[in-house]
């Protein structure tokens, strides 16, 4: 029988629209992230947020997280024309933040902008019943439409309403802590209720590649040039 070579990561990101790395981040390393995102949820956010953006303006600990080589390699391997960071958010649930994030592409937030990435690393050891990340593999190559909601904290204002697939189509990110996945800003994807009445706390970091500032990055102080690009 004729034997298949194993693709490679950037092939896999290119095939799905995401790509899980496990165990990128000792359970140390978590630990010490997590109590940093509470402190910067407790002094920096508004009183009972579960979300938070430009963390790597106020927090050394995730600037260096955004940059870690470790995680830039893995860049390097899907955005061979060079990576710059823009920004990075916390995304925090718990057994009074239940949320489940609504089935969204993050496109929907730059439009009009160069394409971006994202890597999601969760803290917490992350599964269906805390809140993990869904996703919808090969969805980015397909065109969705949105619409606006309403969620009470304003934090996630689109969801797709022209969803076609099944919940066979989905896949259930049940990952350790400290394991990433990379996705594009094109894939449908979502996250789970938290009925695990624990706490979920995860870290987003958006990426693009380097570029002159487009009108839209100009909101991110934390951006830098990470690897320049190519040629
Ligand atoms: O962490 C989550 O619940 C999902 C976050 C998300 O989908 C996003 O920030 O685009």
Known sequence: MKKTAALSLAERYDRDGFVIVP?????????????????????????????????????????ALAEDPRVVDILGEVMPQGVM???????????????????????????NT????????????????????????GSHKRDWNMVKIGLPSGDFQYEINDGTWRDGDIVTCNIKRGSVIVFS??????????TAGKDRYAIISTYHTPG?????DLDFPARKVLVPAAG
């Open 185 to 194: 800003d094109r894939l449908v994807h979502g996250s789970t209720r938290n």
């Open 114 to 137: 160069r394409p971006k990435l994202s890597v999601w690393i969760p803290l917490d050891d992350a599964t269906a019943e805390n809140g993990t990340l869904t996703v919808v593999p």
């Open 23 to 63: 165990d990128l981040f000792s359970v140390e390393e978590c630990d010490r992230l997590k109590a940093e995102a509470r402190h910067v949820l407790d002094t920096q956010a508004k009183p009972g947020a579960s979300v938070y953006v430009h963390v790597a303006v106020v927090s050394p600990a995730f600037r």
């Open 212 to 216: 002159a500032d487009e009108p839209f």
């Open 85 to 111: 960071f823009l920004s990075d958010k916390i995304v925090y649930k718990s057994a009074s933040k239940t949320f489940a994030t609504p089935w969204h592409i993050d496109f929907f937030y730059w439009r």
